[in-house]
């Protein structure tokens, strides 16, 4: 089981000169608190509730030593502000106005260039909500451009966030987030699919009300976990590559579980936020159904993210 450590970074000194700084690094207070048992100082965490010395703690830090650093945040600043302007884009492709065709294919593209056959990813598994009820209220080309539009505006967050999508599912989709940089990848995720939530409910569905048309939701389910890259299919009809492994369907399998609307992430995501992100969470009960195991054998947690 991946975990992580939270720390508030704060800038010692800074020379510009050289170019070098010092950091001291806090561990989170709102994670994190001391105590001493039996006179030895350790580190409670209040989340995974466990203890570890100051011992390991200085150990686990050492082994950042000679780690590359990585920095990939959102291209979005504002979520609000990006999917306010996406308005009048949508209100012309409703109309009949198309963006031009490219047809190209940025996940084939980065598979391709792998080296290894073997990644950490975090996987999205997202599900439009209501989709029939809109196919049964409206005719065939307007359901066709609804589900387009919707999908095509749903794709233009994805690489925002540094991740590609791997397929679509018919009103649906699968996208994933690759390595280097597993933890910080998980708070892209999440980040994500509340900007994918967001656009749904606060844009796209009030155009759709203005409309006459049918409202619709999206269900939302991210895991995480190392899985295989893999050439499927034959070239005789269609072959391409393809990301195989659990967390994959596990990823499909949590977002089944979510009520329209909903955000629910396997524990392996939830325990890789940051401690910002996690006090968002809550864990959920899926009930004698749920059966899926952990390496331990135990039942697979689901967690939701509490929205206002």
């Known amino acids: 089981m991946r975990g992580r450590l939270d720390f508030d970074i704060e800038i010692v000194s800074w020379d510009e000169e050289s170019r070098t700084f010092e950091l001291r690094f806090v561990p989170d ?8 048992i039996d006179g030895k100082r350790y580190l409670y965490d209040r989340f995974d509730r466990f203890l570890f010395s100051e011992d390991v703690l200085r150990e686990s830090v050492n082994l950042f030593d000679g780690v590359p650093m990585y920095f990939q945040p959102p291209k979005i600043n504002k979520a609000e502000e990006y999917i306010k302007s996406r308005v009048p884009l949508i209100e012309d492709r409703l109309d009949g106005g198309k ?3 490219t047809f190209e294919d940025k996940s084939e593209e980065f598979l391709q260039s792998l080296s290894s056959d073997k990644l950490a990813f975090v ?3 997202l599900d439009i909500a209501g989709s029939t ?30 991740d590609h999508v791997l397929k679509y599912t018919g009103d649906g989709l699968i996208a994933y987030f690759p390595e280097p940089s597993f933890t910080s990848k998980n708070d892209l995720a999440i980040d994500c699919a509340l900007t994918l939530r967001a656009l749904l409910y606060k844009v796209l569905n009030p155009i759709l009300e203005k409309r006459g048309f049918p409202t619709i939701g999206i269900r939302i389910g991210l895991d995480a976990g190392e899985a295989y890259i893999t050439t499927i299919g034959s070239p005789a009809t269609k072959q391409h590559k393809d990301i195989i492994g ?3 369907s596990l990823a499909a399998k949590i977002q089944a579980q979510a009520e329209p609307g909903g955000i629910y992430l396997g524990d392996i995501v939830e325990r890789n936020l940051h401690t910002s992100w996690r006090l968002i969470c809550e864990p959920v009960a899926l009930g004698e159904d ?12 689901v967690h939701r993210v509490k929205l206002a």
């Open 133 to 162: 009820k809109l196919a049964t209220a409206t005719d065939q080309k307007t359901y066709s451009q609804l589900v387009s539009v919707t999908l095509y505006e749903l794709s233009e967050i994805i690489p925002k966030f540094h």
């Open 99 to 101: 963006p031009p065709p």
């Open 123 to 125: 996987i999205i598994s």
């Open 290 to 301: 749920w059966n899926y195991r952990n390496v331990d054998g135990d039942v697979y947690q």
């Open 246 to 248: 659990a967390v994959v």
């Open 29 to 36: 207070p709102r994670r994190y608190e001391w105590q001493e």
